[in-house]
């Protein structure tokens, strides 16, 4: 399992290091969204900060649908679904090979989001809060792509996969973005909030990642059959 995850994950890296449509495309784009909220709410008034966690990861979350189509409209377009289907290989690895090679993009993606929040929202600091700030991203990110995954694997066989996948997607991670802005609101220190709040929705969204990742080890195979 772990030799088909080494080798899934590098062969999806292997493809966006060299097509670059993570920086050239998906990357433009949350920023157009980023400073459309701005725009939206008027950073004078306060509400434009006091909305900062949960503006940053509903970009993260049109992020990520960018590049779950893609990663699964690739091997749709040229038939490689079906090699992975007669390769052989563990269902179980090719689920956690596409999920790592997609946190990976989405995790760049966050840091580059992440400056980009700072420099356009003017958002809050606060000492202690960096931990919580970076355990909430990596569950938050984890919890994101294994639903992404499962859930782009089912989508990937159906005609209209495009409109479908964020039907799918979008209720199920709703529990992601309410935990991941609330631990974030904690870490900024927005509303009053103390550290010590954020770490409850640190463990939720560890929960949701792990019940996910469960799911996706044991069903992927049979959504690549079907």
Partial sequence: MLKTMR??????????????????????FAAV??????????????????ATPGLFWLAV???????????FGLETADGARDGLRLSALDPAGLFLG???????????????????VVLLYDAPTRAGGLVLFI???????WGLVAVG?????????????DTLLP???????????IGATRANEAALGIGDRAVSEGWPWVGLLTVFALAYTALGLVAFGALLED
């Fill in 7 to 28: 080798l899934v994950a590098g062969k999806d890296l292997r493809i966006e290091a060299r097509s670059r449509v993570a920086t050239n495309q998906v990357l433009p």
């Fill in 135 to 141: 355990a909430s991203a990596l569950a938050a990110t």
């Fill in 33 to 50: 969204v980023l400073v459309l909220f701005a725009f939206a709410l008027d950073p004078d008034s306060g509400a434009l900060r006091r």
């Fill in 98 to 116: 596409k999920a790592a090679a997609l946190a990976v993009e989405l995790l760049v993606l966050e840091v580059v989001l992440g400056a980009g």
């Fill in 149 to 161: 995954t499962l859930y782009g694997g089912l989508a990937a066989g159906q005609r209209v996969r």
């Fill in 167 to 177: 039907l799918l997607l979008l209720p199920v991670v709703a529990p992601v973005l």
């Fill in 61 to 71: 979350l049109f992020c990520l649908l960018f590049t779950v189509q893609r990663a």
